[in-house]
């Protein structure tokens, strides 16, 4: 039962079954073409001695022929075996026959005497004498269209029955033996073109979430088994990249939990080894409210990611004026640069507005952390300039800043989940890890991106690209 349900076992069964209906079909074929073949040989043969019969017959003496043979020999050149021949008047009253019916005589139907009368040449297959018969009943007519006589020609169709029958038995042998040579063939050719899959299901039943790095072979040859290896290994490159990144997330998200919550605990355990006065009490308080903001800020953007990497986190976009927008979050940050004395300078487009569909809360969101994230990581005294403006199909938004910069090397991890370029001052700052996670993702949402460039000691320049939109007149 096991092999049944194998595939080589139905390719191989649906290779036999649509063989041997091609051979049935095929053998039917070959049959019908030979049978119609010998059928209309015998046809010709005796439709040529009734005509050679009906134009030796006498005009004075259409029904009477008492040498036919010598006759036919003579007209055809040679004397024709097997042959019953026999004349009639228009009425079937027998004139004359070949001697080789001796005392029997040719049966004649109604409606072949009648087709006779009308000038029609009828074949009749009958079985007479104990064989089958191919007779043919053929009108002799006079110089006009008056039927005078009708001559009727029989031949035995035993060979030619014998000659079908021997083909059926050759058929009958040749389909089953090229079936079973087929199947001994297609089991033959269905392992070997299932060699691969078999090599393919081996090796991924020993991936598992420990051995990722484990790749299927490449076959030689770009058929569907090349594709269907390289699909597979490039779904466990995927894999391989997302375990990784779970396992990245998930370290980091209890690094940044077990911190506030450590300190969270110190602090308590300090506040109750003995009696204090209510100040120091309000310290401790506001110390750990902190660690609480912190935590809830995390979990907050824990949430948000969650969400959107499960599908659940919809947009509400409407057309947006981009400038207004980026003016009123620029007013909201600008008492975030006041401890650090830091200037926000907002360039406006030259254009009268630039629009874009999208969601006005996520886009606040997003420009907000970046102008907040520009705040943190400047100098005391410094400059955040942000600038809108248009290119192409796009319109962008630029946050500016002149603070510490990113290396090169920390480009292209900037935007990963818990990753800071400076850990010794990223809790000072009071960010989670996530913030440029989100803005990545935000900007992805509206089919946008962010581009950076930056040098260390010289600040950064982070660009929200956003397709633009024409609002309605």
Same mark, same amino acid.
């Given at each position: 039962?096991k092999?049944?349900?194998?595939?080589?076992?139905? @390719?191989?069964? +649906?290779?036999?079954?649509?063989?041997g !209906?091609?051979? =049935?079909?095929?053998?039917?074929?070959?049959?019908?073409?030979?049978?119609?073949?010998?059928?209309?040989?015998?046809?010709?043969?005796?439709?040529?001695?009734?005509?050679?019969?009906?134009?030796?017959?006498?005009?004075?003496?259409?029904?009477?022929?008492?040498?036919?043979?010598?006759?036919?020999?003579?007209?055809?050149?040679?004397?024709?075996?097997?042959?019953?021949?026999? $004349?009639?008047?228009?009425?079937?009253?027998? #004139?004359?026959?070949?001697?080789?019916l001796?005392?029997?005589?040719?049966?004649?139907?109604?409606? %072949?005497?009648?087709?006779?009368?009308?000038?029609?040449?009828?074949?009749?297959t009958?079985?007479?004498?104990?064989?089958?018969?191919?007779?043919?009943?053929?009108?002799?007519?006079?110089?006009g269209?008056?039927?005078? *006589?009708?001559?009727? =020609?029989?031949?035995?169709l035993?060979?030619?029955?014998?000659?079908l029958?021997?083909?059926?038995?050759? &058929?009958?042998?040749?389909?089953p033996?090229?079936?079973?040579?087929?199947?001994?063939?297609?089991?033959?050719?269905?392992?070997?073109?299932?060699?691969?899959?078999?090599?393919?299901?081996?090796?991924?039943?020993?991936?598992?979430?420990?051995?990722?790095?484990?790749?299927?072979?490449?076959?030689?040859?770009?058929?569907? &088994?090349?594709?269907? =290896?390289?699909?597979?290994?490039?779904?466990?490159?995927?894999?391989?990249?997302?375990?990784?990144?779970?396992?990245?997330?998930?370290?980091?998200?209890?690094?940044?939990?077990?911190?506030?919550l450590t300190?969270?605990?110190?602090?308590?355990? $300090?506040?109750?080894?003995?009696?204090?006065?209510?100040?120091?009490?309000?310290?401790?308080?506001? *110390?750990?409210?902190?660690?609480?903001?912190? @935590?809830?800020r995390? =979990?907050?953007?824990?949430l948000?990611?969650?969400? %959107?990497?499960?599908?659940?986190?919809?947009?509400q976009k409407?057309?947006l004026n981009?400038?207004a927008?980026?003016?009123?979050? !620029?007013?909201?940050?600008?008492?975030?640069?006041?401890?650090?004395?830091?200037q @926000?300078?907002?360039?406006?487009?030259?254009?009268a507005?630039? +629009?874009?569909?999208?969601?006005?809360?996520?886009?606040?969101q997003?420009?907000?952390?970046?102008?907040?994230?520009?705040?943190?990581y400047?100098?005391?005294?410094g400059?955040?300039?942000?600038?809108? #403006?248009?290119?192409?199909?796009?319109?962008?938004v630029?946050?500016?800043?002149?603070?510490?910069?990113?290396?090169?090397?920390?480009?292209?991890?900037?935007?990963?989940?818990?990753?800071?370029?400076?850990?010794?001052?990223?809790?000072?700052?009071g960010?989670?890890?996530?913030?440029?996670?989100? !803005?990545? +993702?935000?900007?992805?949402?509206?089919?946008?991106?962010?581009t950076?460039?930056?040098?260390?000691?010289?600040?950064?320049?982070?660009?929200? +690209?956003?397709?633009?939109h024409?609002?309605?007149?």
């Amino acid at each position: 039962m096991k092999f049944v349900k194998s595939i080589r076992a139905r @390719l191989t069964l +649906w290779y036999m079954i649509i063989l041997g !209906c091609t051979l =049935v079909l095929f053998s039917a074929l070959v049959y019908y073409q030979m049978s119609r073949s010998l059928y209309k040989s015998v046809d010709r043969k005796i439709l040529t001695i009734s005509e050679v019969v009906a134009s030796s017959l006498a005009p004075h003496s259409p029904s009477v022929f008492s040498d036919i043979e010598k006759k036919l020999a003579k007209e055809v050149g040679r004397q024709p075996a097997a042959k019953f021949i026999q $004349l009639m008047d228009r009425s079937g009253n027998i #004139g004359s026959k070949s001697l080789n019916l001796k005392n029997k005589r040719l049966p004649v139907s109604y409606e %072949a005497l009648k087709n006779a009368a009308n000038g029609i040449v009828t074949y009749e297959t009958k079985e007479v004498f104990g064989e089958p018969l191919r007779i043919i009943t053929y009108p002799v007519k006079q110089k006009g269209s008056e039927v005078r *006589s009708i001559v009727q =020609v029989a031949t035995s169709l035993a060979e030619v029955r014998d000659t079908l029958r021997r083909l059926i038995f050759i &058929l009958a042998s040749i389909v089953p033996l090229a079936l079973i040579i087929a199947s001994i063939g297609g089991i033959f050719l269905a392992n070997k073109a299932l060699k691969p899959v078999n090599e393919i299901n081996r090796i991924t039943k020993e991936i598992t979430s420990k051995n990722l790095g484990l790749r299927v072979p490449q076959p030689a040859t770009h058929d569907e &088994l090349g594709q269907l =290896v390289e699909t597979i290994n490039g779904m466990i490159e995927r894999l391989e990249k997302s375990f990784k990144q779970i396992q990245q997330f998930t370290a980091d998200a209890s690094h940044e939990l077990k911190t506030p919550l450590t300190i969270l605990k110190g602090e308590a355990e $300090l506040a109750l080894r003995k009696e204090r006065r209510p100040e120091e009490y309000r310290q401790y308080l506001e *110390s750990s409210l902190e660690e609480v903001n912190r @935590l809830s800020r995390l =979990v907050q953007d824990l949430l948000i990611l969650s969400k %959107a990497d499960m599908g659940r986190l919809t947009l509400q976009k409407e057309p947006l004026n981009l400038v207004a927008l980026t003016d009123a979050c !620029c007013e909201q940050c600008k008492f975030l640069g006041e401890g650090k004395n830091i200037q @926000l300078v907002f360039n406006h487009s030259q254009e009268a507005g630039v +629009w874009v569909m999208g969601d006005p809360y996520r886009l606040k969101q997003l420009f907000y952390n970046l102008i907040e994230n520009a705040i943190k990581y400047s100098n005391n005294g410094g400059t955040v300039e942000i600038t809108t #403006g248009s290119n192409g199909q796009y319109a962008n938004v630029s946050i500016r800043d002149e603070g510490l910069g990113i290396s090169k090397e920390d480009i292209p991890y900037i935007f990963d989940r818990f990753y800071r370029v400076d850990k010794s001052r990223s809790r000072e700052a009071g960010g989670t890890g996530l913030g440029l996670s989100i !803005c990545k +993702w935000i900007a992805e949402a509206h089919q946008g991106k962010i581009t950076v460039e930056s040098e260390p000691g010289t600040g950064s320049c982070f660009t929200v +690209w956003i397709p633009k939109h024409e609002p309605d007149a």
